[in-house]
C-alpha cells in the first residue's frame, strides 16, 4: 500500500503535469492506511491472545467462537483488499485516477497489486476465519471449546477505528477537503 503512495507521489516529481488528485489520493491513502493496519493488528492481536498462535493452519472456524472480533477482522481485510465503500478503495482509485494520464504503464502494473491483494487477504480470511478447524488433535496450543469472543474493552478500539474506514468510504469529499488544503500549500 506504502507503493501507492509512493506512486501518487511520483506525480509531483513529473513538473507541470503533476495531478493534485494523485497527490489527495496519496494523503488519504497514508491515513487510510494507518486505520485499517490499526484494525488488522488490533484484531490479530485479539486472536493471538485467546489462540496463542499466528498460524493460519492452526486456525479455523474462528467465527463460530469470536463472531465479532471475525466481523472486525473481515473489515480490515476486505478494506485493505480495496472493496467498493471502504476508506482503501477510494484512497487507491483517487491515486490510480490521478496518476494514469502521467503514468499509464506503472499505473496498470500497480493496478494488478489489488489483484494479488485481494488473493491473498481472501486466503487468509477464509482458512483462519470460516475453514475448518483441524486442530482438534494434542498439538493445537488452545482448545477451539474454551474460546471467547472480545469484551467491550478489548472492541471499543476497533469500533472507533472502523469509524473512518465506512466514512471515508462512503463520504471522502470531507475527508478530501482536509488534505487538499495543506497539498496546496506543498504544490505552491
Known sequence: HMGYVLLGFSAIGNGINFSIAALNGSALQMFTHGTITGLSFLTVGLIYDRTHTRDI??????????????????????????LPGLSGFVSEIIIFMGTFKI?????????????????????????????????????????????????????????ILTIPIF??????????????????????
Open 57 to 82: 493452519h492452526k486456525l479455523g472456524s474462528l467465527t463460530n467462537k469470536m463472531p465479532i472480533i471475525a466481523v472486525f477482522f473481515m473489515i480490515s481485510g476486505l478494506a485493505s483488499l480495496g
Open 103 to 159: 503514468f499509464p504503464i506503472y499505473t496498470i502494473i500497480s493496478a494488478f497489486g489489488v489483484v494479488l491483494a485481494a488473493g491473498y487477504i481472501l486466503w487468509m480470511i477464509q482458512r483462519s476465519l470460516f475453514g475448518k478447524n483441524k486442530l482438534l488433535n494434542k498439538d493445537q496450543p488452545y482448545k477451539y471449546e474454551e474460546l471467547s469472543d472480545g469484551t467491550l474493552l478489548d472492541l471499543l478500539p476497533a469500533f
Open 167 to 188: 466514512l471515508i468510504g462512503i463520504w471522502p469529499r470531507f475527508f478530501l477537503s482536509l488534505f487538499d488544503l495543506g497539498i496546496k500549500e506543498i504544490i505552491k
